[in-house]
């Protein structure tokens, strides 16, 4: 069973900055995508970024593109958000979820792709 434990998450000023990371068990780490989601109180769960396999490719979604960036370990088994610009609309519980298929590519954005979840990291932006 994986088991992926979010951690950094915690309350920062507008403009702030935060670095998320993710650990995850077990010995094949290298050979999934990751991604991290987010849920705004009130709001359904959206796709944030995402990082192929290799890490040689990521993914953004518009809200945050330019402020965020993802980036992989595999050495250590852990994915990071590191998170810049912060506003008060990037208030929310921040997921980070391994892709069902090994060596997969594509539809990063989609839930169902995902097979393992985080419990979540609280993030708070005050203005």
């Known amino acids: 069973q994986v088991q992926l434990v979010e951690s950094g998450g915690g309350l920062v000023q507008a403009g702030g900055s935060l670095r998320l990371s993710c650990a995850a068990s077990?010995?094949?780490?290298?050979?999934?995508?990751m991604g991290w989601f987010r849920q705004a109180p009130g709001k359904e769960r959206e796709f944030v970024s995402a990082i192929s396999w290799r890490g040689d490719s990521t993914y953004y979604a518009d809200s945050v593109k330019g402020r965020f960036t993802i980036s992989r370990d595999n050495a250590k088994n852990t994915v990071y958000l590191q998170m810049s610009g912060l506003k008060p609309e990037d208030t929310a519980v921040y997921y980070c979820?391994?892709?069902?298929?090994?060596?997969?590519?594509?539809?990063?954005?989609?839930?169902?792709?995902?097979?393992?979840w985080g419990q979540g990291t609280q993030v708070t932006v005050s203005s």
């Open positions: 077990g010995r094949t780490f290298s050979s999934y995508a």
């Open positions: 979820a391994r892709r069902r298929t090994p060596y997969a590519s594509g539809t990063y954005y989609h839930e169902p792709e995902y097979a393992y």
